[in-house]
């Protein structure tokens, strides 16, 4: 992650980051989750389990580079293959493809697994007894 990422954006554009996850996985999972209940169809819930989980993966900020290319795909298949208003999807998919490609910001799980680490290291001793 950290190869993908020189470093996670704090304050504003962290803000903004955080908002863009936390509003895009609402929406996928608004849109996802009436899908898994109620005993559906097997194909509707091979649909929309990988979309929902995705959406949980980017409200938390959990490797959101695999997430948010995930969810790019299979709103850009649904809007290919299916006859209803794209405009949700088209949304949702373009969010989540910018936040695969500017991370997650400062406030993830990402952040806190790969971000940079500071260490403090001990003042040195000067003098005879430096060894």
């Known amino acids: 992650m950290r190869r993908l990422y020189s470093t996670f954006a ?12 936390l509003v895009v996985g609402s ?9 898994l209940w109620n005993n559906p169809p097997l194909e ?11 959406a949980l993966l980017l409200i938390t900020g ?21 006859n209803h208003d794209p405009v949700v999807g088209l949304l949702a998919g ?16 990402d ?3 790969f971000g940079w680490k500071r ?3 001990p003042p040195r001793r000067s003098g005879a007894n430096a060894r």
Do not use: C, F, N, Y
Request: aromatic share 6%; proline share 7%; charged share 10%.
């Open 10 to 21: 704090d304050g504003w554009p962290g803000l903004a980051l955080l908002l863009m996850r």
């Open 27 to 35: 929406v996928l999972l608004l849109r996802a989750g009436p899908k």
């Open 44 to 54: 509707t819930m091979i649909a929309a389990a990988p979309v929902a989980g995705s």
């Open 62 to 82: 959990l490797w959101t580079p695999v997430a948010g290319t995930i969810v790019v795909v299979i709103e850009t298949w649904q809007m290919l293959t299916r």
């Open 94 to 109: 373009t969010i989540a493809g910018a936040l695969a490609m500017l991370g997650p910001g400062r406030w993830s799980v």
């Open 111 to 113: 952040a806190r697994l």
């Open 119 to 121: 260490i403090e290291a």
